[in-house]
């Protein structure tokens, strides 16, 4: 992944297909993949409300990538149609330092680097689901995902 270049966004059309998968290894990547998850949310038919949810997410995910790993990581896009349920599933993941206490990583006011250490804590309650696994030395794999209401299924979902 080191050296990647990433200037625009894969056709977010793509995610009905197949999952996308974009790499985080510049600052810049962070306003890339947000933007690709908002266009791939408002394709799938989320409020502009859950989109945001989804963007801010995929922002601190995205953030977290760059700033805590020496070579940065990637993020997968995958929409998800299972038993009636659609949604949005996004994985980040790196081959970074890992998280050696993840309890303490998820609790709000931690943090390594400075910051207001909401981050994790704030990725779980954005989205609907939220899972972690880390290795020390291994690296740090987040998978999270955020369904559509039953208001949101109802509507047309080209017209979000």
Not at 77 to 106: H, N, S, T
Request: hydrophobic fraction near 35%.
């Amino acid at each position: 992944m080191a050296g990647a270049k990433l200037t625009t966004c894969p056709d977010p059309e793509d995610c009905f297909r197949r999952p996308s998968c974009l790499p985080v290894t510049d600052e810049h990547h962070v306003q890339i993949v947000r933007r690709h998850a908002l266009q791939c949310t408002a394709q799938l038919g989320m409020s502009r409300l859950s989109s945001h949810y989804v963007a801010t997410a995929v922002s601190e995910l995205a953030n977290n990538l760059f700033f805590h790993t020496s070579n940065g990581g990637e993020i997968r896009f995958c929409c998800l149609d299972k038993a009636g349920r659609v949604g949005i599933e996004i994985i980040a993941q790196d081959e970074g330092p890992g998280i050696v206490d993840i309890a303490a990583a998820m609790t709000d006011g931690f943090s390594t680097n400075g910051g207001l250490g909401a981050g994790l804590g704030g990725v779980r309650r954005l989205m609907d689901e939220f899972e972690i696994s880390s290795k020390p030395g291994i690296g740090t794999r987040i998978i999270a995902r955020k369904w559509l209401t039953e208001a949101e299924l109802c509507c047309d979902r080209k017209s979000h």
